[in-house]
């Protein structure tokens, strides 16, 4: 995880005046001491840069800068160094105490405006002083984002870490929020990926389905071919192939048979999980398929649904998923489907959640959703993932997908130590 580039990371600006507590928020966030802090004014000297994963966020890298006392020391050489951080953030965390604004932080706010780059003020030190309340007020008149802490407060860290993720999902920009490619970066340029699809009662009469037109779509956008074929038909296929295809993708429902059909070495995953990449985080759904696993009779499973009415999953979400559930638990697994934008109420009664292809909703929705689970203490996984674990195929599925694959092993491993 740490071979992120630094140009695919969150640049998440530390600003303020001097000793309203930046080093110490950072420290906190990171749950170490990396940067030095004091009483002192001016500690922080030159750009402490700390790199980190936030899931479901993403990759991130905080930049800690020297404090500047004044609006006039704007003008002087520290502005030098802070402009240049003004320029790399691509979110600003504005630190601040109780009771404290004036010129300085009406400047930053100016600057990064400038920019067009979104602002968190973050109200330190709340422990020694409550902010008033036209305080707030006057504040989330100027921002959307307000947040208050102690810095000191380790105890609450967790919680905290929890409310900053889910501001910056909501403040992160467009770029950072895009979804990676659908399988382009799995095909080198001249690839080929061989899509298995079945054509039964389900498939719509004359066409293909959205999710396979755009996936065709992406491989010849990254220069690759694409060879389209029904599950009946794949292995005398295969055998017309001079060479291996560097993928095979195909429906979920038809992933048993396919992956008896297609050799080891080839990659093998499903249009789900594809999807599950693109609209969220692929490590987090692939931890939580892992709890399948622990499910017992009588447990609840959550079926989310993003939108009330849904055909083409009707069938899945309600009938195949609740039933291989059954068969794998090998007892009476409770499923409940919600439908929508919101979750019901009660999450925390779930022991899992597993979430449709969420189609409707954006890749920022999703990750939110994800989000939203962790901090209701349940993992969530997704259609395509659990159709592959009831399956006995996931880790091939998720083989294609390095980073998730690992996060699923060490789940299963943490839940079931040898
Ligand atoms: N009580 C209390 N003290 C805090 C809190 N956050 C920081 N401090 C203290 O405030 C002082 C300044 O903290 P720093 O983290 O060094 O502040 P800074 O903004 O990085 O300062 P410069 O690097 O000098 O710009 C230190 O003595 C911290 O221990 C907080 O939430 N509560
Ligand atoms: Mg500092």
């Not at 899931?55 to 402009?83: H, I, M, N």
């Not at 066409?207 to 755009?214: D, N």
């Not at 592959?388 to 789940?411: E, I, M, N, Y």
Request: proline content about 7%.
């Amino acid at each position: 995880m740490d071979t992120t580039p630094k140009g695919n990371r969150l640049h998440i600006a530390l600003l303020g005046r001097t000793n309203v507590g930046k080093s110490s928020f950072l420290n906190l966030v990171v749950g170490q001491d990396i940067a030095i802090t004091s009483s002192v004014a001016g500690t922080t000297t030159d750009v402490v840069e700390k790199a980190m994963e936030l899931l479901p966020l993403g990759p991130v890298l905080f930049l800690d800068t020297a404090g500047l006392d004044d609006a006039s020391e704007l003008s002087a050489l520290r502005l030098k160094k802070t402009e240049k951080i003004f320029d790399r953030a691509d979110i600003a965390l504005l630190v601040t105490e109780p009771d404290v604004w004036g010129t300085y932080e009406e400047e930053v706010l100016a600057e990064m405006d400038k920019r067009r780059v979104p602002v968190i003020v973050v109200v330190n030190k709340i422990d020694l002083h409550r902010p008033s309340d036209s305080f707030l007020q006057n504040l989330k008149a100027k921002v959307s984002h307000v947040i208050p802490v102690s810095s000191l407060d380790t105890a609450g860290r967790n919680a905290f870490l929890d409310t900053l993720k889910r501001r910056l999902l909501e403040a992160a920009p467009d770029d950072f929020v895009q979804p990676p490619s659908l399988v382009g970066d799995l095909l080198p340029p001249g690839g080929l990926a061989v899509l298995v699809v079945p054509i039964d009662l389900q498939a719509p009469r004359g066409r293909l389905i959205l999710p396979q037109v755009q996936t065709i779509r992406d491989a010849l956008d990254n220069d690759a071919a694409v060879l389209v074929v029904k599950e009946r038909e794949l292995p005398a296929t295969l055998a017309l192939l001079n060479r291996p295809p560097d993928i095979v993708i195909c429906d979920s429902q038809v992933i048993l048979k396919v992956s008896a059909d297609v050799a080891p070495a080839i990659p093998l995953t499903t249009f789900s999980i594809l999807f599950a990449r693109q609209k969220g985080d692929l490590a987090t759904a692939a931890e939580g398929v892992a709890y399948i696993e622990n499910l017992q009779s009588g447990d609840k499973v959550l079926i989310a649904e993003a939108c009330s009415h849904h055909p083409l999953e009707d069938d899945i979400g309600r009938v195949k998923i609740p039933r291989w559930l059954k068969q794998y638990a090998g007892g009476n697994i409770q499923t409940d489907i919600s439908a929508g934008r919101d979750y019901p109420e009660n999450l925390r009664e779930y022991k899992l959640i597993i979430h449709c292809g969420a189609c409707m909703l954006t890749r920022r929705e999703m990750l939110g959703r994800q989000q939203q689970a962790r901090e209701a203490e349940v993992p969530v996984t997704n259609y395509g993932l659990a159709i592959s674990f009831t399956q006995g195929v996931v880790r091939r599925t998720l083989s294609p997908f390095p980073s998730a694959l690992l996060a699923f092993d060490r789940k299963i491993k943490e839940l079931h130590p040898p």
